[in-house]
């Protein structure tokens, strides 16, 4: 099935570092996600946005809704070791309104 | 309250078997999803359920998968003959009206077939 571009694959920072990670994609979406995965866990929902060109942020984290609809980023500031883990972002829409279509997924390593 | 939860969270088949996996979602929740994720994968739709009925059933991969919602309330999902390619984590998710609203995951049944 359709995934979408989602990089960089992985990352290793030390804390304290930022971290940006961005997804695209060939269709259009309504809305954009952003989840977190732990080992053993389902993904949780960090930010949703609805709005092209929407900026959001969520405490450290921050997304922004491309202007084409195709595209999103999130960046994390200031990061801390509980922020490892991997970090997918979702699209919704796009002939769909429930159907999430999936990134493969940034897996984040944070270096106390 | 209590979150979605998944049973049995692991689950070993020998291939051939049949599997039942089951998911209970938040109470009260009408609308009900199922995902494959594989091995380093992003979670891939299965099916979905309004109540019970299930009005999308267009990712399940064959027809070995069968999914049932039958008091719209728990859901089971069900594969036949399980093959070595149908070894992932499977998850439910659920949302509380609308299909557009924020689905919320279970921890999901890791199936691992032999």
């Known amino acids: 099935g359709q995934q979408l571009n989602q990089s960089p694959q992985s990352m290793f920072i030390q804390e304290g570092e930022d971290v940006s990670m961005n997804c695209t994609s060939s269709?259009?979406?309504?809305?954009w996600l952003w989840y977190k995965q732990e080992p053993g866990e389902g993904p949780v929902l960090l930010i949703a946005?609805?709005?092209?060109?929407e900026l959001t942020s969520n405490g450290r984290l921050t997304a922004q809704f491309g202007i084409t609809r195709k595209d999103s980023f999130l960046n994390i500031s200031a990061s801390i070791p509980s922020d490892v883990g991997i970090y997918f972002c979702?699209?919704?829409?796009?002939?769909?309104?429930?159907?999430?279509?999936f990134g493969k997924g940034t897996l984040l390593t944070v270096n106390p | 309250g209590a979150g979605v939860s998944q049973s049995p969270r692991y689950k070993v088949a020998k291939r051939g078997q049949d599997v039942a996996l089951r998911c209970d979602p938040i109470?009260?929740?009408?609308?009900l999803f199922w995902y494959q994720q594989a091995l380093g994968q992003g979670p891939e739709f299965l099916t979905y359920?309004?109540?019970?009925?299930?009005?999308?059933k267009s990712g399940l991969p064959s027809d070995r998968f069968f999914a049932e919602r039958p008091e719209g309330s728990v859901s089971t999902l069900k594969i036949q003959r399980t093959q070595q390619e149908d070894s992932a984590v499977y998850l439910c998710?659920?949302?509380?009206?609308?299909?557009?609203?924020?689905?919320?995951f279970g921890p999901g049944t890791r199936l691992t077939v032999l």
């Open positions: 998710a659920s949302s509380r009206w609308q299909s557009t609203d924020t689905q919320y």
């Open positions: 109470s009260g929740h009408v609308s």
């Open positions: 979702a699209g919704l829409g796009g002939g769909s309104n429930y159907k999430l279509t």
């Open positions: 269709s259009i979406f309504n809305t």
């Open positions: 946005l609805y709005k092209a060109g």
């Open positions: 359920f309004q109540n019970e009925a299930q009005l999308d």
